[in-house]
């Protein structure tokens, strides 16, 4: 687990911990899998680490699926749509 400093959505500093995941055809982007309150119950999130965006999450239990979810979302709405979501915020790399 490493820790990720980042701005949330809301422009608040916030620290994560978790792991970094890296998607084939998005490398310029840096996603962060995270611990995140989920149904107000534990579990996960992925969170686009300039933008602070949250990209997708699920139940604590479902870990093992987050790379899945997230690859399916991106190749599902393309790399222009996930673009125009982010805004105009910095690439990670």
């Known amino acids: 687990?490493?820790?990720f400093l980042i701005q949330n959505?809301?422009?608040q500093a916030q620290e994560l911990l978790g792991?970094?995941?890296?998607?084939?055809d998005f490398e310029e982007l840096q996603f962060i899998l995270h611990a995140w309150?989920?149904?107000n119950r534990g579990g996960w999130a992925i969170t686009e680490r300039s933008s602070?965006?949250?990209i997708t999450s699920g139940p604590q239990?479902?870990?093992?699926l987050a790379r899945e979810q997230l690859e399916r979302q991106l190749r599902l709405h393309?790399?222009?749509a996930l673009m125009r979501v982010l805004g105009?915020?910095?690439l990670s790399s």
């Open 78 to 80: 393309g790399k222009d």
């Open 88 to 90: 105009q915020g910095r």
């Open 19 to 24: 792991e970094e995941i890296v998607v084939p």
């Open 61 to 64: 239990g479902t870990e093992y």
């Open 52 to 54: 602070g965006k949250r």
């Open 9 to 11: 959505e809301f422009g």
């Open 1 to 3: 687990m490493q820790k």
């Open 37 to 39: 309150l989920y149904d």
